[in-house]
């Protein structure tokens, strides 16, 4: 940790000095584009953006689609989520409660400058992806992690008790990511009525990462607390066109609100980026429009990914892992694996296989790697004929 000499010296903020780097980076960086190496460490599908999403990027650019636009997004793409999420949760979900925003992470961090003052907490259910919890650090507040637990069976459970027992008078929201990564955990119907109701009495915010809820292995989307929840509810939902429709270097998502937080909103996106790139929100009306097809056929190519990696790596005496429910990621514990950072680096080293360290999703995750199996699946077999005599 910096020295105040140190914060003086190079003025800038102690929260942002404080701040860690991607442990995932860690073990990524130095080895990226090395052909030795099979890279299952970044949480991202291995196939490109569909074409006919694309082409609707290109026609945008010829159309010249390319000057300022709305602080909460084209209205046409707001129309299209609107229609989209209202058919998705089965009841009606108006514009005026939808904002677009320049991906998940950017609708995270906005809902971090919204809600948390200096000193705030947010109450996060790991383990997470590490930039849920940096956001929080950001604006001066405290992550405070609680974690999820396998039962006797594997599956990843949810102590509601120990959640509550977290929050006190400087609690401002409750951060749920569910589907989660890196676990593939889901939480049920059940689960978020009661987290909504108990909030709702504590006047705390549900703050919920969905934005894997199409990538989910029994039925068309994982439960979600809009098909519920009540316009007025404290709850925001992050969603993003990433990793439903294979886009994750575009840049694009969408936050769920009570309508009161339109204006808000419209205004840190202001300040953070005026607006949404205006051509690639016309690529996403099209991708909602027509994409059905090729998410449904994504998450059945997820679904035999899934099988193999766990039919493989959870037969191995060594190792613990449960079948992901939603999301394309294996999290798997190794007997006697303390230190799973230098584990990963270790894997790189003699079997060329780069997978995530489970510690660089906070302190729940120690013990643990994960392995994104949302590749081709002679590649995701090639990996996993190289880690397995490595984890036997």
Not at 25 to 49: H, K, M, Q
Not at 75 to 86: F, G, I, K, N
Not at 246 to 262: A, Y
């Amino acid at each position: 940790m910096p020295d105040q000499k140190t914060q003086n010296a190079h003025n800038v903020r102690l929260a942002i000095e404080n701040l860690e780097g991607s442990l995932i980076r860690e073990v990524a960086e130095s080895n990226i584009g090395r052909e030795d190496v099979i890279p299952l460490w970044f949480g991202e599908p291995s196939s490109a953006t569909p074409k006919f999403i694309k082409k609707a990027a290109i026609s945008s650019l010829n159309d010249d689609q390319v000057f300022y636009a709305q602080n909460r997004g084209i209205p046409q793409l707001r129309e299209t989520l609107a229609d989209y999420v209202s058919r998705l949760h089965n009841k009606p979900i108006g514009i005026d409660t939808l904002t677009v925003t320049a991906s998940g992470m950017n609708a995270i961090m906005l809902v971090s400058q919204a809600l948390i003052n200096q000193n705030d907490n947010m109450v996060v259910v790991g383990p997470v992806w590490p930039n849920c919890c940096q956001t929080i650090q950001v604006m001066g507040g405290e992550a405070r992690q609680v974690a999820l637990h396998p039962d006797n069976n594997g599956r990843w459970q949810l102590d509601m008790d120990e959640l509550f027992s977290l929050c006190d008078a400087k609690t401002r929201a409750i951060f749920i990511n569910s589907p989660g990564n890196p676990t593939g955990w889901v939480m049920n119907e059940s689960e978020q009525r009661s987290l909504l109701s108990e909030c709702k009495r504590r006047g705390i915010y549900v703050v919920a990462d969905e934005v894997y809820i199409r990538l989910f292995y029994d039925g068309k989307k994982a439960p979600s607390f809009l098909d519920f929840s009540e316009i007025y509810d404290p709850l925001i939902v992050i969603n993003s066109f990433s990793k439903s429709w294979s886009m994750t270097g575009w840049r694009l998502g969408w936050l769920t609100h009570p309508p009161e937080l339109g204006d808000v909103f419209s205004k840190l996106n202001e300040f953070n980026i005026a607006s949404p790139t205006t051509f690639v929100q016309h690529a996403g009306i099209v991708a909602i429009r027509e994409g059905e097809k090729f998410i449904t056929q994504m998450v059945e190519d997820y679904r035999h990914n899934r099988d193999l990696v766990f039919q493989r790596l959870a037969a191995l005496p060594k190792v613990k892992m449960s079948r992901p429910e939603a999301a394309f990621y294996a999290f798997f514990s190794i007997d006697g694996m303390t230190d799973s950072l230098e584990y990963a680096k270790h894997l790189i080293d003699t079997t060329g296989v780069g997978l995530a360290p489970g510690l660089a999703f906070g302190p729940a995750g120690e013990g643990w790697l994960r392995l994104c199996f949302a590749a081709n699946q002679d590649i995701l077999s090639q990996a996993l004929d190289r880690l397995e005599p490595a984890l036997s």
